[in-house]
C-alpha cells in the first residue's frame, strides 16, 4: 500500500490544521493507522494511532487533548485533526500503517509509510 500525506503548512500558535492521509494500492480498512513526527537530527516520534475496528485510540502526552485521529475506510483516508498548535509542534508528519491490530508507539510496528507533510507554527 502506498501512503500519500497532506494538509500540512505554517500555521500560527493556537490554530488548526488538518492532516490527510490517502492508501493506494489497496484498501486499508482492516489495517492500524498511525501518525508520527520528526523534526532534523532527531527520532521520529510518536503521535496517534487508531485500529481497524476505530476503538480507542492511542495518543502521545504531548498531543492529547488537542489532536485527533479517525479515518474514513471508504475513502481509504486517515486524518489527524491539530488543534490549539503550538511551536513544538513543528514537525514532518508521517503517517503509517501496519497490519497487526495496533497502536503501539515502536516505529518498527509500522511497515508502510507516506512521505511527510510539513507543518510550521510560527507567529
Known amino acids: 500500500v502506498q501512503l500519500q500525506a497532506s494538509g500540512g503548512g505554517l500555521v500560527q500558535p493556537g490554530g488548526s490544521l488538518r492532516l490527510s492521509c490517502t492508501a493506494s494500492g489497496r484498501t486499508f480498512a482492516r489495517n492500524s493507522v498511525a501518525w508520527f513526527r520528526q523534526t532534523p537530527g532527531k527520532e521520529r516520534n510518536f503521535v496517534a494511532a487508531l485500529r481497524w475496528s476505530n476503538s480507542i485510540p492511542n495518543y502521545a502526552d504531548s498531543v492529547k487533548g488537542r489532536f485527533s485521529i479517525s479515518r474514513d475506510n471508504a475513502k481509504n483516508t486517515v486524518y489527524l485533526q491539530m488543534n490549539n498548535l503550538k511551536p513544538e509542534d513543528t514537525a514532518v508528519y508521517y503517517c503509517?500503517?501496519?497490519?497487526?491490530?495496533?497502536?503501539?508507539?515502536?516505529?518498527?510496528?509500522?511497515?508502510?509509510w507516506g512521505q511527510g507533510t510539513q507543518v510550521t507554527v510560527s507567529s
Open positions: 503509517a500503517t501496519s497490519i497487526q491490530s495496533t497502536t503501539t508507539p515502536r516505529t518498527s510496528t509500522w511497515t508502510s
